[in-house]
């Protein structure tokens, strides 16, 4: 669906999230410097592995020395596009809906809610945080007055392609999807989706191929 | 941490929750066969590769007719080991908890939500749907007198991995993870993260290589 030309993997562009993490935790730990081979331990690849994600961002450790911890993650950061700040809506206000409102690392990494989307007459006006339940049909108002970046898509599976239609013709050209759909966008939309489904069979299939070994 | 021979590669194994969602819509359709390349052409795949990934499972279509759809969906539905019943309990019971209790797939696949634990004074003895929510200090009572297959882990990040320590001292031998952490288990307990930080974090970074490439 993506046409990007794509300068890096999306194998490293995958990994790139958990450098941060890592990046981060060590400098909470106030660890100042670290080399390709500890790093590799910590996330299980090898230090040529790491190497090479690094030197296709232009992050290049130094002989000797490895890398210096805040300005990686601060390389990371940027690249990530973590440097900057989004605007976001959250479609559909369930309990999952809810759980991302609340979670704290995104407000930390700049993401900032804005409101929320709802058809449940329960749920309109009620307020998540001092976020705010509108009924979809105030969307279009809402997306047009305001810059929206990111939107999160959490409603039900029969409504996820033409939610997702809808948000796509107001113009926002990147979307968490949570909808266990593939969801068809143009070539100038992003989507990421979070298949919770996909990883619960994942692991019924590694119990199962676990108990066949023993 | 997991050392089990990989017969299949977990590339293929990714791929076969999408496969097996696929196959559920097609037959809802009351479609009754299809071809690798019709497959293919749904998947974003090549035919070749899902004559490939099917083949690794014993799956052969039968050439000029393809695969018939009610039988290559019981296949996977089998190797993926939904054709069993799984007991399940969810430790933490925030909003995420929630979701997954009353997530609908889940039920329909044989996945049977015992309990929720949590600390927090409040929730205890509150009930999500039909799941009662229990004192974590009662968890090893719990586990002890119920055979509990998956415990899913949705606590703060500060208490990911002694929560984990815990889970797997009582004999539980898999994990579906929500907490932002790469747990560390031992050989024979499975665990499948969920990390939607990561997935928000891939999205940011597509978004600004879009832009890049405007």
Redesign the interface.
């Known amino acids: 669906?993506?046409t990007?030309?794509k300068r890096v993997s999306m194998t490293v562009?995958?990994r790139?999230?958990?450098y941060?993490?890592y990046l981060t935790d060590l400098q909470d730990q106030h660890i100042e410097k670290i080399s390709s081979k500890e790093l590799a331990a910590m996330?299980?690849l090898t230090a040529s592995q790491i190497r090479q994600d690094l030197n296709s961002f232009g992050a290049y450790g130094q002989q000797g020395y490895g890398y210096k911890v805040k300005e990686l993650k601060e390389a990371i950061r940027k690249?990530?596009?973590?440097d900057?700040q989004?605007n976001c809506i959250i479609i559909g206000s369930?309990?999952?809906g809810?759980?991302?409102v609340?979670?704290e690392?995104?407000k930390e990494?700049g993401?900032h809610f804005k409101a929320m989307f709802d058809v449940d007459p329960d749920q309109i006006g009620k307020k998540v945080g001092d976020v705010t339940v509108y009924h979809m049909d105030d969307l279009d108002a809402f997306v047009a007055h305001h810059k929206i970046?990111?939107c999160i898509l959490s409603v039900p599976q029969k409504v996820g392609q033409e939610t997702t239609d809808r948000v796509v013709e107001l113009g926002i050209?990147?979307?968490?999807n949570f909808v266990?759909l593939?969801l068809t966008v143009p070539d100038?939309v992003?989507v990421?989706?979070?298949?919770?489904?996909?990883?619960?069979?994942?692991?019924?299939?590694?119990?199962?191929?676990?108990e066949e070994?023993?």
Chains 1, 2 share one sequence.
């Open positions: 669906m993506q990007f030309s562009v995958k790139l999230p958990k941060y993490q996330m299980g690249i990530l596009g973590l900057l989004y369930g309990n999952l809810h759980a991302i609340n979670y690392r995104f990494e993401i970046d990111i050209k990147a979307i968490l266990p593939d100038d992003v990421e989706s979070v298949n919770i489904t996909d990883s619960l069979f994942t692991l019924t299939y590694l119990i199962n191929e676990e070994n023993e």
